[in-house]
């Protein structure tokens, strides 16, 4: 019975996929025309957007994949506003909302926002706009919180629906209903009962989340399985992605971003990512130190202050803004050319949407990632909770670690989709300059490193990362270093990806552990150490010379 079903989903679907929504021969396609031209102010839509809203003109349940920067609101703006009843939006962030009316404002549409903080006076407008013929209330945005706490408003809801008020529902980073997105927001689960509630109104989900896993985990929550799926292609052919080694000398890793703004970068305009507040402060004051106009924006600055440096870094005064990952929402620079990661990103996917700040207006912009593979640990005692945490990180640092790869491949992999080499077009470090695959066997190393990890345990001590990898280079405390195993001849960096490769593949494994201030990270043996153990056991890499 089950296969019956799943075959008329997949039928479904298949026939849905297959009509041709690209057409400007609906009912609505003159005055979605006209709307587009006279409230937007746009003249030409961007990929998907015509197939996604006739399709939801037409009542079909879709859920639309594209990038961030897509352009995915308009999809719901737009219908919204050539049709009379109302089309409610679920946001999860109330930053997201402000920004959103403050831009429908601008252009004249009656929009407004429900949650938690809304003023006394707004929720009455907005419960009165539900159900009066006559508002011209266009789009009610609400938290899935504030849907599943107040039964006013579903009361409201439903009059309307009764009224046939109610045209549209469209549910905004719809991947928080699932599970196995990063970030699952439990008050998403209230919306599986829309479709049973509101029977015929049609719902469209917009995420920038593209694993089918989630994207079936998300038809199913919202009971809209085998509705339409439009995926928009994640590859921004415009940017230049390169990995750099991150130097472990503070001074000359400073020196090497002064020199990328004061000569490749020079009179451009960019960003430069950290992890901490406190790294943000001090890049920034290292900068300045050499002459350049930066500024600095993380969440512990006051709103007047960061709308300031906001404002210094459009107008051109500063030539980039040193920034923590609070810096992006609702950022709208189309001339952002170049994003630096001072330190990787917590996933694949972070470091997409925030390298892919960059280059909004189609020029060609460069993303370069900085890397130490003890800037990993940094990152793995924060996101280590997390159910997929640790496993997003070791991506991105496989990312890091890949010498020869395209970088645009490596990134499509991450997206499901299958970029080679021709969408590169030697847009990346490694199609640059095509590196000579070389290949090493670092079973011996994991070897030599077990025995030191073997070594400690008896003298009952943890190895902290950086304590393995001192006692590898004949280096710090005298009781971790073992006499048998041979210093390495080549430079600790080399040694560091050795550990990196370890890590990933399983021969070694972090070990966590709450301090009364701090988590600790500590080394130890890997799920894969038994077949390591066997003197034979090769352990393949690609390396660099050395
Ligand atoms: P997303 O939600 O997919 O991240 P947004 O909906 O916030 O993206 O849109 C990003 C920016 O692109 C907005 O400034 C929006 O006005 C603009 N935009 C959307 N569609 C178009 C278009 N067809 N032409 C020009 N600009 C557009
Ligand atoms: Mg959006």
Redesign the pocket.
């Known amino acids: 019975k089950q296969k019956l079903k799943d075959n008329a989903l997949l039928k479904k679907s298949y026939s849905l996929a297959k009509k041709n929504w690209n057409t400007e021969n609906f009912s609505w396609s003159t005055s979605l025309k006209r709307s587009l031209i006279d409230v937007f102010k746009?003249d030409?839509?961007?990929p998907l957007?015509l197939q996604t809203m006739n399709a939801f003109l037409s009542n079909e349940d879709i859920i639309l994949v594209?990038p961030?920067?897509?352009?995915?609101?308009?999809c719901y703006q737009l219908p919204a506003v050539i049709s009379k009843g109302i089309t409610i939006v679920v946001s999860p962030l109330v930053a997201l909302m402000e920004d959103q009316l403050y831009g429908l404002h601008r252009l004249k549409v009656n929009a407004m926002m429900l949650n938690s903080k809304a003023p006394k006076e707004d929720v009455k407008t907005i419960m009165m706009g539900l159900i009066d013929n006559k508002s011209d209330l266009r789009l009610v945005y609400v938290t899935p919180e504030y849907m599943a706490k107040s039964n006013r408003f579903m009361s409201k809801l439903q009059k309307a629906f009764e009224m046939k008020r109610l045209d549209r529902f469209a549910i905004d980073e719809v991947h928080c209903c699932s599970q196995w997105g990063h970030d699952f927001r439990p008050d998403y689960k209230f919306l599986g009962i829309l479709k049973t509630m509101f029977p015929g109104i049609p719902i469209l989900g917009l995420t920038a989340t593209a694993p089918a896993k989630i994207i079936v985990d998300v038809q199913k929550m919202l009971d809209i399985q085998g509705c339409l799926v439009l995926r928009a292609s994640f590859n921004r052919p415009n940017l230049f992605y390169e990995v750099r080694r991150k130097l472990s000398d503070k001074d000359k890793c400073t020196e090497m971003i002064v020199n990328l703004l004061k000569n490749r970068f020079s009179g451009k305009s960019g960003i430069i990512y950290t992890t901490t507040i406190k790294e943000s402060e001090q890049l920034k004051a290292d900068l300045r130190g050499h002459g350049l106009k930066v500024g600095c924006y993380h969440a512990m600055l006051e709103a007047e202050h960061r709308t300031k440096v906001y404002s210094k870094w459009i107008t051109g005064e500063y030539q980039a803004v040193v920034a923590t990952i609070a810096f992006g929402l609702g950022i709208?620079k189309p001339d952002v050319r170049f994003v630096i990661h001072h330190c990787i990103s917590k996933s694949m996917e972070n470091f997409y949407q925030e390298s892919g700040r960059a280059g909004r207006d189609g020029k060609k912009s460069t993303c370069i990632l900085l890397y130490r593979l003890m800037d990993v640990f940094k990152l793995s005692t924060m996101v280590f909770q997390d159910k997929v945490g640790l496993q997003n990180l070791y991506k991105i640092l496989a990312y890091c670690l890949d010498r020869t790869s395209c970088r645009r491949s490596l990134i499509a992999t991450h997206f499901e989709e299958t970029w080679t080499k021709s969408d590169c077009k030697e847009m990346c470090d490694h199609c640059l300059k095509s590196q000579q695959k070389k290949e090493l066997d670092i079973g011996p190393y994991c070897r030599h490193l077990y025995q030191i990890i073997a070594n400690a345990a008896q003298g009952e001590q943890k190895l902290t990362p950086l304590k393995l990898i001192d006692a590898w280079y004949n280096k710090g405390a005298a009781a971790l270093r073992v006499a048998g195993v041979p210093t390495p001849k080549f430079p600790r960096e080399i040694g560091e990806a050795i550990v990196g490769h370890l890590l990933i593949n399983g021969y070694l494994q972090e070990d966590f552990h709450f301090s009364a201030y701090s988590t600790l990270t500590y080394v130890k043996k890997g799920p894969k150490s038994g077949l390591a153990l066997a003197n034979d056991h090769k352990i393949i890499v690609e390396m660099m010379d050395h």
Not at 68 to 74: D, F, P, Y
């Open positions: 746009i030409r839509l961007r957007q594209m961030t920067g897509g352009g995915k609101s308009l709208d």
